[in-house]
């Protein structure tokens, strides 16, 4: 590593108990170290960005020096606020340092390593990625807390001992102090922090991150009229009705999967602004193609335009110095147009087949059909066999071989089955509810269509979306089950992006058993065998989707481990054990970033009331358990149960000498199976 930025200091030897045995391994993993800071006692891995750089001189002249050398450097700055600097002696400026290229790690440790200069009292920091936060700072500055007010000659004297000065007492808050490195320290701050905590001397110490606050997870031109991305109440609708993409994106954001739009086509020469960055370089057209000579898309009217707007409009992209329009569920998913007229002509819906065969030959990861057609009450009963196995061929084979994800439409008919081919079983269909989380009725014959093919429901009414002639809907919104699909097919771009190892059955899943239902909804939900994901309504199934879920839920499982004890004398039965007062250790590491609470073992995949796994009960075979997460800093506050655990029952490990509590008392393993779990 280069002195002065990633030392030695977080690389500490830890001490690791394991089988009886100590077994010693640098900083848990040597892959994710030294990028990390505490919270809470618990590791906060970060992840460099090479693109900038801090900078901290002692002087004015220093400054305009550097300035002049360096013309992509950022003003100088005094890094503590005046009110600080009439209490202390302390002052330094600093700036940010754009890099010329992005470099590699290696390329940006060195540059950081060359710019600072004890000489010149010069004291660099990297910059780290910090998703939707954009850049994340780290500036020379840390903070400490004390145990005790009586501990500030300690402080001061760990502070002399790591070249580090005390800069400020917090005077509302006299525990914390704020410190700083010097050009003679042989850490960053943030190493020098993690030093400080892990003395064990103080109740705390943490690093001075540097981020812009977000008061939206996004900036786009008419954001605020998309509540069905983040519903604050706009418009007299229910706060909280909404997909909860804000907490997804924490996550995912669609990042290399494709979704196809099987559909009027999406605009182009030109492309709508707010869509050009993600159109996929291939487009078909299915009306005058055919897969032996594909013809590229053709736009026939501005319907194709709206649904990819709702799927994978950019996030946060100006024009000029001005942002413009929407943010799509999926912002950074490719859009592949697969366009088809929606006219009675000759072999129109065969052709749709042929569509969607095409897109899964070209690389197609989800698909979005916002179309279909009555096949019940007065209408005739015309399905298409060769449709149906165009959809089962994308299903099964598409991915290749972990099956794409296919989306259509519930129906605009206010009927109570769905159309086709949403109504097939290998598809997701889905229904349309307003901003206030009901179904959407317009009139006896306008409305979503519900009941027992219904797989989820997503917003579907006052879609403000792309339009043709690079516009907005933002004036004249659009309704549907047409752009509730769409929703949909987004969250499943989420989660392959989050986890591309998935198949088709396990995404499905992943949707389908992450819902937000009453009191959101204003739905009551029952129990039905039937339904082997929870509590179901007939007209909003299961529920809301609910993307950060869906996104989180299809996550791949931790190895964990178990001390579980037999409190009975002598050997149990072989084939039942008594597991009593078991100690179970929460997942490590910590799958999520900072803010999720371990609250427990489950035996069911919702992590229900009263199915919590207390280690009490009698053990008879290999079992699954689900380990229940609580968001803790996310917005919604949902209860995450997202990770399966398949354990195996194995034989006495060690008998203890003497007894422990209990006269006779022996210990037992119980460990996960080695591989990597997924939801199934």
């Not at 891995?45 to 900038?52: G, I, N, P, Q």
């Not at 991150?209 to 997870?217: A, D, G, P, V, W």
Request: overall charge negative; proline content about 4%.
């Amino acid at each position: 590593m280069f002195a002065g930025f990633f030392s030695t200091c977080t690389m500490k030897e830890m001490e690791n108990e394991e089988n009886g045995k100590r077994v010693s391994k640098s900083a848990e993993d040597t892959t994710k170290a030294p990028y990390f800071f505490y919270y809470n006692g618990e590791k906060q891995y970060l992840e460099l960005d090479t693109r900038y750089m801090f900078v901290s001189v002692a002087d004015e002249e220093t400054a305009n020096s550097f300035a002049l050398d360096h013309t992509k450097s950022s003003s100088f700055r005094i890094d503590i606020s005046e009110g600080m600097r009439s209490k202390t002696q302390y002052k330094r400026y600093w700036a940010t340092l754009s890099m010329d290229d992005k470099l590699s790690e290696v390329a940006y440790l060195e540059k950081l390593s060359g710019t600072r200069s004890t000489e010149k009292n010069i004291i660099t920091a990297p910059y780290f990625k910090g998703g939707d936060l954009g850049e994340i700072g780290l500036s020379n500055l840390f903070y400490v807390k004390l145990k005790s007010l009586n501990d500030y000659d300690l402080l001061c004297k760990e502070a002399v001992k790591e070249n580090a000065v005390v800069v400020y007492q917090n005077e509302y808050l006299p525990l914390w102090y704020m410190l700083s490195v010097t050009v003679n320290s042989n850490c960053n701050a943030m190493e020098m922090a993690n030093r400080f905590y892990e003395s064990g001397l103080f109740a705390c110490a943490e690093p001075d991150l540097m981020y812009k606050l977000q008061f939206s997870c996004a900036n786009d031109q008419f954001f605020g009229q998309q509540w069905n991305l983040r519903n604050i109440g706009q418009s007299n609708g229910k706060s909280g009705v909404d997909i909860k993409i804000c907490d997804a994106w924490q996550f995912s954001t669609g990042a290399g999967i494709t979704v196809a739009v099987v559909d009027a086509g999406i605009q182009f020469n030109p492309y709508h602004p707010d869509l050009a960055a993600n159109m996929h370089v291939s487009s078909f057209d299915c009306e005058t193609g055919a897969l032996a000579s594909p013809v590229p898309q053709v736009v026939y009217a501005a319907h194709g335009t709206q649904v990819a707007g709702v799927i994978g409009a950019l996030r946060n992209n100006v024009v000029g110095s001005t942002t413009i329009g929407i943010a799509g569920v999926a912002p950074d998913a490719k859009l592949m147009s697969v366009s088809n007229s929606g006219d009675a002509t000759t072999a129109s819906m065969i052709n749709r087949a042929i569509g969607i065969s095409w897109a899964v030959a070209n690389g197609a990861d989800v698909i979005n059909c916002s179309w279909g057609w009555q096949i019940t009450g007065s209408s005739p009963y015309i399905t298409y066999t060769q449709l149906n196995d165009a959809i089962s061929d994308a299903v099964a084979n598409g991915r290749n071989g972990k099956g794409c994800v296919v989306v259509f439409a519930a129906g605009n008919e206010n009927s109570s089955t769905v159309h086709y081919p949403a109504s097939l079983s290998n598809v997701i269909a889905v229904g349309a509810i307003n901003r206030n989380g009901q179904r959407w009725v317009a009139g006896s014959g306008t409305g979503s269509n519900y009941g027992t093919d219904l797989d989820v429901v997503a917003p579907g009414v006052d879609i403000v979306t792309t339009t043709t002639g690079s516009g907005y809907t933002n004036s004249t919104p659009v309704s549907g089950t047409s752009y509730a699909a769409p929703h949909v097919a987004g969250i499943a771009a989420l989660i392959l992006s989050y986890n591309p190892n998935l198949t088709e059955p396990q995404v499905r899943m992943a949707i389908q058993q992450t819902f937000t239902k009453s009191p959101v909804l204003p739905y009551t939900f029952s129990s039905n065998p039937s339904r082997p994901h929870g509590d179901w309504n007939t007209d909003v199934r299961y529920g809301l989707v609910n993307a950060a879920w869906a996104v989180v839920k299809s996550a791949g499982g931790y190895k964990v481990s178990f001390d579980l004890n037999y409190s009975g004398a002598g050997t149990p039965p072989a084939d039942q054990y008594i597991l009593n007062n078991g100690i179970v250790t929460k997942p490590s590491p910590d799958p999520f970033r900072s803010g999720y609470t371990f609250g427990g073992w489950y035996t069911n995949s919702f992590c229900s009331a009263g199915s919590e796994f207390n280690f009490s009960s009698h053990i008879a075979s290999n079992i699954t358990l689900y380990a229940k997460w609580t968001a803790t800093t996310i917005s919604t506050g949902i209860d995450l149960s997202i990770f399966t655990y398949n354990l195996t029952l194995q034989s006495v490990s060690a008998r203890l000498s003497g007894s422990v509590g209990t006269s006779g008392l022996e210990f037992f393993s119980l460990t996960p199976n080695s591989a990597k779990n997924y939801l199934v």
